[in-house]
């Protein structure tokens, strides 16, 4: 395709140029790619590109995204920027699908599953990472529909929990053969991963100053090197600075913690609590999700999984409870609703008589539970298992939903000890009730529970307070869970804020006009008639992908408690800006503000239960805005640098060694343009003691190289597969290294260095000797045809 006439190619910079070409590039050699530039780095620009590419080659393209940018993000751009001249080719050659269309039964139909099974011939999915799941629903269609095709994964987070994660991606165009790479002498690569993974958990910390390293260790994997192309924003921004262009990126500012009181929120409640979260005496022992513990004869599998599920509900009714009460009231009142069902069901005399001494509170709990879906749209009979197939019908797309956790469909009562499983359902349901009662006094000012009493919520007011300081800035507040954004939205405009708006998965609203009304200027929706959005809240439904540049302010509501959904959200305002439109906001220096809230107080307690509930100790540091004991660097300055050294990325060698090819090709022109015609093995040499030029960043500030300064011989040679392997005969130690990382800080040097050789070619046989063995070795691990060999391009004695 001429690049010329591309309508994409024109508009992209050089980096996404290379990124395109290197993914053409990897798809063809491994039959996908994965795209990983950081967070607001312009990946769906090179998604874009690749589609234009293969639609001027008559190829059928599927392109799989989330709900939330498929209308305001993919199809503005394709009706924008191709529509006018691919009509026809759109129309016929190209798809576009939800995650979720394949994440549920029946959201693809038979007939278009069968033809894109069998006529697509490019599939480009956005936010891959909502695949690292293989055996969900739509991790098996996206295996099914991956066979045979050329396969690009765009993602800024391909780890999001674990370096299966990532290894999963890749599967699905490795396509379960564990030989996939064995050309690169890797000859079963899932245990490649599980060695990986085996090595980095025996390190037992998770701190962020690990996740730097981990970051590393992957840059140098032999695997990914060959399918990953991951651009950290450093050297995206240096690589424009070099080639005479300025990208533009927001400053960050992480602000000091809004500090709230869990304990003034909870009042008395809050030890009863924390007690009943005490995994080894709990008040609440979560009966039906656990039957197997009064089996009969119980199997050690099924033990093991339902102790899991009652973790996983431990832990998502903890992390309510931070987050709001109106949340934590909800999560409870559906957890109720699943227990008096499961009773009437298998016990229905024993729950008439649970449901004859609760009527005030349970006739209270399933007003509130109606309301909410009547608030969704929902009507429902007034029957126990119809109001709970409702809550079930109606999940949400934010993660942990409560409503997903299944209880034992297998339960046969003759099997176990029911009296004291009944007994141990109906205390549940006792304490629960008990529980949502004093809520109810603390939180309502009737005695039916309609009118919130918000005085006492320390964590609300706090927000008030924070909103009040910035009255004339757009804000984007972030919570995870659908009822703390609804009670948010609510409360906001009881206090009297105006122009707000609030999204979440289940709430009828036109996303895509909020969105523009929001960020206006970001989605080239701009327009004075319009009703502006000034305060947004929404759940992480709008954490990825999308463009809210027109703020300038994240508030995150509850704890965060992963590094990478905190870094996806940062990224909606915290991305690739544009001087035209920051001149037309009237921002000359655009920063963007982050405010986490913390219960500083309680910390530990919530850091405790949540390490007994789930076993985990948390990837938590000072700079996601929790002061814990799990932060391993003590000085906050250094906290931070190491939070911002994950979020941007740190350069890699390779992407060095990019920009000091830039420097030089625009520095040396003509001493470039003669590179290629120079002749094969040619031989050079330096002075080891010649200490080579600085290398500096774009603020022109040196960067540590780790020279060792050692002797030796440097062979460059092309190998069968086209392969470019460095080699490093290392005389001070007698040993052969062959990653770039090593070896360029020890070869490295400028047009003005000295050419220096003391030994000569003919002095330097034994150096050959010893790397052409190691290249031998290499040969029959990749298992190269016999009689085949490199090509020496080029070597350089270092004495």
Not at 176 to 184: G, M
Not at 504 to 517: A, L
Request: proline share 4%; glycine share 4%.
């Amino acid at each position: 395709m001429g690049r010329k006439e591309s309508i994409i190619y024109r508009t992209l910079s050089q980096y996404q140029k290379d990124g395109y070409h290197a993914a053409l590039q990897i798809a063809d050699t491994w039959n996908g790619a994965l795209i990983c530039d950081g967070v607001g780095s312009g990946k769906t620009y090179i998604g874009l590109m690749l589609l234009e590419r293969y639609l001027r080659d008559n190829k059928r393209v599927l392109l799989i995204t989330p709900k939330s940018i498929a209308e305001s993000v993919w199809n503005s751009q394709v009706n924008r920027q191709l529509r006018s001249k691919y009509g026809r080719l759109l129309r016929e050659h190209y798809d576009i699908k939800l995650h979720t269309d394949l994440g549920r039964q029946g959201g693809i139909s038979d007939d278009d599953l069968e033809y894109f099974r069998e006529h697509k011939d490019v599939i480009i999915i956005d936010e891959a990472h909502h695949f690292r799941n293989p055996g969900s629903n739509r991790g098996r269609l996206l295996m099914e529909l991956a066979q045979n095709k050329k396969l690009y994964l765009l993602t800024a987070t391909p780890i999001n929990n674990s370096l299966d994660d990532i290894h999963h991606l890749i599967n699905y165009f490795a396509q379960n053969d564990r030989r996939h790479f064995a050309k690169i002498g890797m000859h079963d690569f899932r245990r490649h991963f599980r060695d990986i993974e085996r090595d980095l958990e025996a390190e037992e910390t998770e701190e962020i100053a690990e996740l730097v390293e981990e970051d590393d260790l992957l840059r140098q994997d032999p695997v990914l090197r060959q399918v990953l192309i991951q651009r950290s924003r450093k050297y995206i921004k240096d690589a424009e600075m070099t080639s005479g262009t300025h990208i533009l990126f927001p400053k960050r500012v992480i602000e000091p913690t809004v500090d709230y009181s869990l304990r003034r929120v909870y009042r008395t409640l809050y030890d009863e609590l924390q007690n009943a979260f005490d995994r080894h005496d709990p008040f609440l022992n979560l009966a039906i999700y656990n039957t197997v513990k009064y089996h009969k004869k119980p199997e050690r599998q099924i033990e093991n999984r339902q102790k899991q599920i009652v973790g996983l509900i431990r832990t998502l009714v903890l992390k309510r409870l931070e987050s709001s009460w109106r949340a934590f009231e909800a999560t409870i009142e559906n957890l109720l609703l699943k227990m008096a069902e499961w009773l009437e069901r298998y016990a229905p005399e024993r729950f008439r008589m649970w449901e004859g001494t609760n009527t005030r509170w349970w006739g209270v709990v399933q007003k509130h539970i109606r309301e909410r879906l009547q608030e969704d749209g929902i009507l429902t009979q007034n029957t126990l298992e119809t109001l709970l197939n409702s809550v079930a019908s109606n999940p949400s797309e934010e993660e942990d939903d409560i409503a997903s956790v299944e209880t034992n469909d297998d339960f046969i009562p003759a099997d176990h000890d029911v009296g004291r499983l009944f007994n141990d359902v109906v205390d549940d349901m006792n304490f629960l009730t008990g529980l949502l009662s004093r809520i109810y006094r603390l939180f309502y000012a009737d005695e039916l529970a309609n009118e919130p009493d918000t005085e006492q919520d320390d964590k609300l007011q706090r927000l008030l307070n924070l909103l009040k300081n910035h009255p004339n800035e757009k804000l984007l507040i972030f919570t995870e869970f659908c009822d703390t954004a609804r009670y948010l939205y609510k409360q906001l405009q009881y206090a009297g804020f105006e122009d707000i708006e609030q999204i979440d998965s289940r709430r009828k609203v036109n996303r895509e006009e909020i969105i523009e009304r929001f960020s206006p200027c970001y989605n080239g929706r701009f327009s004075e008639s319009v009703e502006p959005v000034q305060t947004l809240i929404t759940t992480d439904v709008l954490a990825e992908g999308l463009n809210l540049q027109d703020a300038s302010i994240i508030i995150n509501y509850d704890l965060h408690w992963n590094p990478v959904r905190l870094m996806q959200r940062i990224g909606r305002l915290d991305r690739r800006l544009d001087p035209a439109i920051e001149a037309q906001l009237n921002r000359t220096n655009p920063t963007v503000h982050v405010w986490n809230f913390l219960p500083p107080a309680e910390l530990d307690d919530i850091l405790k239960l949540r390490k007994r509930v789930d076993g985990k100790i948390l990837r938590i540091s000072r700079t996601l805005g929790i002061e814990g004991r799990f932060v391993s660097p003590d000085d906050d300055d250094e906290t931070l640098r190491l939070f911002n050294e994950r979020y941007e990325g740190r350069e890699s060698i390779e992407e060095l060694m990019n920009l000091e090819r830039q420097r030089i090709s625009e520095s040396n022109p003509k001493l470039w343009r003669q590179l290629p015609d120079l002749p094969m093995r040619l031989f050079s040499g330096k002075d080891v003691t010649e200490e080579p030029p600085p290398f500096l960043n774009r603020d022109g500030e040196p960067i540590s190289l780790n020279r060792v300064g050692s002797g030796g011989l440097f062979c460059c040679y092309e190998m069968p597969n086209d392969e470019i392997k460095w080699c490093f005969y290392d005389a001070d130690v007698d040993e052969v290294i062959d990653n770039v990382e090593d070896i360029w800080p020890e070869i490295r040097c400028d047009e003005n260095t000295t050419r220096w050789t003391e030994s000569g070619p003919g002095g330097l046989v034994d150096a050959r000797k010893k790397i052409e063995r190691h290249i031998h070795k290499y040969l029959m691990q990749i298992q190269a045809p016999m009689g085949t060999k490199p090509k020496l391009i080029a070597w350089m004695e270092i004495s």
